[in-house]
T-cell receptor, first 112, second 115 residues
Framework: GENVEQHPSTLSVQEGDSAVIKCTYSDSASNYFPWYKQELGKRPQLIIDIRSNVGEKKDQRIAVTLNKTAKHFSLHITETQPEDSAVYFCAADGLNFNKFYFGSGTKLNVKP | GAVVSQHPSRVICKSGTSVKIECRSLDFQATTMFWYRQFPKQSLMLMATSNEGSKATYEQGVEKDKFLINHASLTLSTLTVTSAHPEDSSFYIC???????????FGSGTQLSVL
């Protein structure tokens, strides 16, 4: 099945700086790559996603890039704010219908 | 986005008892739902795929007799942790795919504590 690896496991940035989280996947058949933000004790919230027919997608301060050849995708957060502090998970869909595989998570800490 | 409701949000039970967790898709029909387990500071571990009208598909290493899944309708899947033990204590969370955009949405999770 699909194997998704995520780095770094923890990331600490100063407020206003940018943060980048990277993921790689193993199954070239994967076509959909969502990113989730999870605050402590709460549900993961979908923040942005990208499909394999595009290389980049942006939504205000958040962007995702995808390199299908290299099988990696990244989350970019610009002008970080303390409320961006959370755990972020990347995911990739698998061969089975709508089955998702998650990365190990990145704990982002934005220092005021 | 789509709304996935999960209840209860927190449950404390004695060792040996069974606990049922409900996952509902409130504004859409979900033929497939997923159940995850999450340990503190760790990722989401897929336990099983719940299929409406048929048996659930369990991931390797997950005991199907321990974690009973029932997907009796297009809007409801239940996970029953049978004969719970302290090692079953964890955060359990369900998810469902919203058919109109094929995006995955999560329930609010259930924190299970077995004494």
């Amino acid at each position: 099945g699909e194997n998704v690896e995520q780095h770094p496991s923890t990331l600490s940035v100063q407020e206003g700086d940018s943060a980048v989280i990277k993921c790689t996947y193993s199954d070239s058949a994967s076509n959909y790559f969502p990113w989730y933000k999870q605050e402590l004790g709460k549900r993961p919230q979908l923040i942005i996603d990208i499909r394999s027919n595009v290389g980049e997608k942006k939504d205000q301060r958040i962007a995702v890039t995808l390199n299908k050849t290299a099988k990696h995708f990244s989350l970019h957060i610009t002008e970080t704010q303390p409320e961006d502090s959370a755990v972020y998970f990347c995911a990739a869909d698998g061969l089975n219908f709508n089955k998702f595989y998650f990365g190990s998570g990145t704990k982002l800490n934005v220092k005021p | 986005g789509a709304v996935v409701s999960q209840h209860p949000s927190r449950v404390i039970c004695k060792s040996g008892t069974s606990v049922k967790i409900e996952c509902r898709s409130l504004d859409f029909q979900a033929t497939t739902m997923f159940w995850y387990r999450q340990f503190p500071k760790q990722s989401l571990m897929l336990m099983a795929t719940s299929n409406e009208g048929s048996k659930a598909t369990y991931e390797q290493g997950v005991e199907k007799d321990k974690f009973l899944i029932n997907h009796a309708s297009l809007t409801l899947s239940t996970l029953t942790v049978t004969s719970a033990h302290p090692e079953d204590s964890s955060f359990y969370i369900c998810s469902a795919v919203y058919p109109s955009n094929e995006k995955l949405f999560f329930g609010s999770g259930t924190q299970l504590s077995v004494l």
